[in-house]
């Protein structure tokens, strides 16, 4: 299931040397904590928790406000605990931009080195239909980066990536946790944080289930009727001076023929055709501006390697290679119209400062309190590897104590 999102504006600038450095140690030392009290299990859980992974981030003193938080906390707790994850069963792979890319190698890697179970072995394919699924089925205007694979010896696992929008200056960070994963394809969210967007493409949204069906069932049709269809709704389906477009045509078994559609231009209130009522049997399509639609020549290979290779479901449609956010979309204009299928269009998407903030906001980081902390939580590790847990016992008593208060 996915976790949750969160949205951050993009800011310049680097993070200091010193202050990465201090973010591994700390932050490496507290996730240790966690595995010692509570394990492995529960620092995933917790990572996919967006509200707590901010938290995280702004306690190791980097600005809760900004997109870089994401890269910059997961390389520090990657790097910090490249040396203590055989002992503690804990993994870290991928990253942002190339790195993301090296993310199935790098599980693979991790299973030989310390020697895992098969529980590992089908872990890059998830990491790869997690990806896919923000990247292709939900469309909303965010292009991922940053791809960050955590997983345990038992096979649990965590993401968390991120997405940019070059035009609104945000970035979109999305978590996702195994524990009640039943589908990738079928509302796999449980919680949202963020910024909802108009005219999102959620083609995972439990309410889609009839476009997904269609779909499926369009890549076993003969590419060419699908490319017709698709042709047509090209041809029809814009308006001039960014007026929304609507593509009328009755209903029928089968694939429709294009002469069929007609184009309604709702403002107006009249079609290309003449006037137009809309009766029980019409089905009306609507093209948001912020979703093209797809070339058919473009299409027209993958959609013969899809008729080539029959699928079942839409999640092998998904996991499918060369199927991208252009074909999916194309094939749920086209099931809608030859279908009646139509998609609904929704946005999937829920902190503190301990030791300051890289911008100095709102107070610069305090390097001789972040150094106390390492110390007190280094301290408390390590009479707890040796069995006694008292150190432990007593911070865990404190976060009580200021839950309660609070």
């Known amino acids: 299931m ?28 507290m996730l240790e904590a966690i595995v010692i009290e509570y394990g492995t299990a529960e620092v995933l859980r917790r990572l996919s928790d967006p509200v707590w992974f901010q938290s995280l981030g702004s306690v190791l003193g980097f600005d809760w406000h900004s997109s870089g938080l994401t890269t910059v906390l997961c390389g520090a707790l990657k790097e910090g605990m490249s040396d ?80 940019m929008n070059e035009a609104v200056r945000y970035a979109r960070r999305y978590h996702w946790l195994s524990e009640t994963v039943q589908s990738y394809v079928n509302d796999p969210h449980r919680g949202i944080c963020g910024v909802p967007a108009e005219g999102v493409l959620n083609l995972v949204a439990g309410n889609n289930e009839a476009t997904r069906l269609a779909s499926v069932e369009l890549s076993r049709e003969r590419p060419e009727q699908v490319v017709k269809v698709l042709e047509a709704i090209a041809r029809e389906g814009c308006l001039a001076d960014g007026l929304q477009g609507r593509l009328k045509s009755q209903v029928q078994p089968g694939l429709i023929q294009p002469q069929q559609l007609t184009l309604f231009d709702e403002e ?52 499918a290679p060369g199927v991208g956010p252009s074909t999916l979309r194309a094939l749920a204009m086209v099931a809608e119209v030859t279908h009646g299928t139509r998609p609904s269009f929704g946005d999937p998407v829920r902190y ?40 432990l016992d007593a911070l865990r008593r404190l976060a009580l104590q200021e839950k309660e208060m609070g």
């Open 2 to 29: 996915r976790t949750g999102v969160a949205n951050a504006p993009l800011h310049g600038g680097h993070c200091p040397p010193w202050l990465f450095e201090k973010m591994k140690q700390l932050g490496a030392t």
């Open 84 to 163: 203590r994850q055989g002992e503690l069963g804990l993994f870290f792979a991928g990253g942002k931009g190339r790195a993301s890319k090296k993310t199935p190698e790098e599980i693979v890697q991790a299973g030989e080195t310390f020697g895992l179970s098969n529980d590992y072995a089908g872990l890059p394919q998830v990491s790869r239909m997690v990806a896919k699924v923000n990247s292709a089925a939900v469309q909303d205007g965010y292009q991922l980066y940053h791809h960050v694979f955590m997983f345990d010896s038992h096979g649990n696992w965590a993401v968390i990536q991120q997405g």
């Open 268 to 319: 107006f209130g009249a079609s290309s055709a003449g006037e137009a009522t809309i009766g029980t049997s019409t089905t009306v399509v609507t093209m948001p501006s912020a979703h093209p639609i797809p070339s058919p020549r473009y299409l027209n290979k993958v959609l013969h390697q899809l008729y080539e290779r029959p699928l079942s479901s839409y999640e092998g449609l998904l996991a």
């Open 352 to 391: 503190a400062f301990a030791h300051g903030g890289k911008d100095n906001y709102p107070f610069p980081v305090q390097r001789s309190d972040m150094e106390h902390s390492l110390q007190v939580m280094r301290t408390a590790v390590e009479k707890a590897k040796m069995g006694d847990s008292d150190k």
